[in-house]
């Protein structure tokens, strides 16, 4: 007999219960914030928790449960979590300058890869130290005081009006082109602004911080991921430091130093003229670094190119032997995959997986040996990695010629231990990296690390057949090999190439869009793609068919003409 299952309408119940990942079920009365739901469990995280998960989807602490609700913490070792942590860390920022210098201009302008934004300002002489030890004393009474960040809802019109009152004109530009008719502005300390994302609940939260001078600006130093409690130590970055200012500079003279100068541009009509330009600034830097590399012939034997993923490597690689070529040298690419160890011997991590992005994951003395010989002159049997095989095959027999210099292209190009003392004096190292310096405005940046993301989601899908959801997977572990491998060793380089262009993510915004929509609503890296949508919107699209076929964006999106380019061989 099929008894009829009874449904009847009954008032809501006073409590509400939430499902922690452990399999443990917390109750508690409707409306409660999430993060009082996540303090049961607080001392059990390896983090602070900044944020929550609910339901699938990403919110800040305060937000109220409401109904039955799967619940996760997000902490500052957390990718979302670094982001809101410093998101809020950098509001804070700007109302206790704002306090203390009212007249000057704060502008939040590139990251640091020990953890930090470099800083600089406008309207005012560099900070002496004492203003600096003022300004951290004022940032941290306002973390004492325990501070809430209101959030509100404004009609866009009304936040367009607050910013002309203010005298914010960047933020003016951006919001000109926002999609919807309403913007989320935050509150602190009777300060309004507009963050791109989430903040945490109050200043409380923001313990862990520091600033320090830095050739003339300024350092906001926060936490890594890797120590969520701890500011690690600062190393000197001059040369980084010099490629971020320099392209800086010149977005300013270009008069595009926000996306919505940028925006301005492309809605008048000047996308050719922006294109143009940015590429002749590429190609008047990769003429610079081949002209000294000739400068330096009768010494330089071979050229090392490292880099991050997605940092257009090599199509750097190609245009800069264009260059040579055209100076008359004859440049050489050896394969630094071909010196790959056998599969038995190659190391391990942690978790007892093949680690290919070792250094010893190359036969280091083999290498060694066969640079030597190729730079006297010699005659060297190559090595070919049968990759299906995993083992090293014979390949071509070389001798180069005098004019002839070896290009070698791979992550550890950078690293001293890729190559003996003793030929470190014939190498030109360069480092190639997407530095983005346009920022949506002059307190909401644009990560580079996002950038190449973008870019390499784009590529992934055109070359590989990966759908975004893969890409934003393996992104994780792209990001802590390049912390191992990469960014200890950039200022190794001789010369750094920034491989950002003006217009890039106006160029991919309707190539990821589409990718981005189709990771489902229910994965981990749908909050991801979330996130990224909401920062594409932002930009007006430019027409692809504008960039030329040797544009080093061409890597990302196709239709390069140096994609079957191959640097002769002796």
């Known amino acids: 007999m099929n008894m009829q299952t009874k449904i009847e309408s009954i008032e809501p119940r006073s409590q509400v219960e939430v499902h922690l990942p452990d399999g443990q079920v917390l109750s508690g009365p409707r409306g409660t914030v999430a993060g009082e739901f996540l303090k049961v469990a607080a001392d059990k995280r390896p983090a602070p928790v900044v944020a929550a998960i609910v339901n699938g989807e990403l919110h800040e602490l305060t937000l109220p449960i409401q109904m039955e609700s799967n619940l996760s913490a997000v902490t500052m070792a957390d990718a979302d979590g670094a982001r809101i942590y410093r998101r809020s860390l950098t509001f804070l920022l700007e109302v206790a300058f704002s306090a203390l210098f009212p007249d000057a201009r704060l502008l939040i302008d590139h990251s640091v890869a020990s953890g930090g934004y470099y800083c600089h300002i406008q309207g005012h002489p560099p900070l002496s130290q004492n203003e600096m030890d003022d300004l951290e004393k004022k940032m941290r009474s306002l973390v004492k005081a325990d ?3 209101e959030r509100f809802l404004y009609p866009l019109n009304e936040a367009v009006a607050y910013f002309e009152k203010q005298n914010y004109p960047d933020k003016v530009r951006l919001l000109a082109y926002r999609h919807k008719d309403y913007v989320t502005l935050y509150k602190l300390a009777g300060h309004l602004d507009y963050h791109h994302g989430y903040m945490v609940p109050s200043t409380g939260y923001l313990a862990w911080f520091n600033l320090l001078n830095t050739n003339g600006g300024f350092t906001l130093r926060f936490p890594q991921r890797s120590a969520p409690t701890h500011l690690l130590p600062m190393p000197e970055y001059p ?17 595009i130093d926000n996306v919505g100068a940028l925006n301005d541009a492309i809605s008048a009509g000047r996308t050719r003229e922006v294109i143009l330009v940015s590429e002749a600034l590429h190609e008047q830097n990769i003429a610079s670094i081949a002209g000294q590399i000739a400068d330096r012939s009768n010494q330089v034997r071979m050229i090392l190119i490292s880099g991050p993923s997605s940092s257009g490597k090599t199509t750097f690689s190609r245009r800069l032997a264009i260059q040579l070529l055209a100076l008359g040298f004859s440049p050489f690419a050896l394969e630094l995959d071909n010196y790959f160890v056998d599969r038995d011997k190659n190391p391990k991590d942690e978790n007892g997986q093949y680690d290919f992005e070792a250094l010893e994951a190359l036969n280091l003395g083999q290498l060694a040996e066969h640079l030597q010989l190729l730079v006297a002159g010699k005659t060297v049997q190559l090595p070919r990695y049968n990759f299906k095989e995993g083992r090293q095959e014979q390949g071509d027999l070389i ?4 004019d002839q210099i070896i290009i070698l ?20 190292r360069v480092y190639v990296s997407c530095l983005t310096q346009i920022n949506l405005d002059r307190h909401n940046r644009v990560s580079t690390t996002d950038t190449r993301l973008i870019r390499r989601i784009v590529r992934d899908a055109n070359e590989r057949g990966y759908s975004a959801a893969q890409t934003i997977q393996r992104w994780e572990s792209v990001g802590r090999g390049e912390g191992r491998n990469i960014f200890p060793y950039q200022e190794n380089a001789d010369v750094m190439f920034n491989s950002a262009l003006v217009y890039e993510l106006s160029a991919m915004v309707r190539l990821a869009e589409p990718l981005l929509r189709q990771v489902p609503f229910g994965k981990k890296e749908y909050i991801e793609a979330k996130r990224l949508l909401a920062f594409l919107e932002w930009f007006l699209p430019v027409d692809t068919e504008l960039i030329p076929d040797n544009s080093l964006i061409r890597e990302f999106i196709g239709g390069s003409i140096l994609k079957d380019f191959k640097i002769w061989k002796a």
């Open 399 to 402: 001798q180069l010629r005098e």
């Open 409 to 428: 292209e791979g992550i550890h190009g950078l690293n001293p231990r890729l190559i003996p003392a003793s030929l470190g004096k014939r190498a030109f």
């Open 239 to 255: 040369k980084l430091l010099a490629t971020f200012r320099q392209y800086g500079e010149w977005l300013e003279r270009l008069g």
């Open 147 to 149: 501070l809430p960040f």
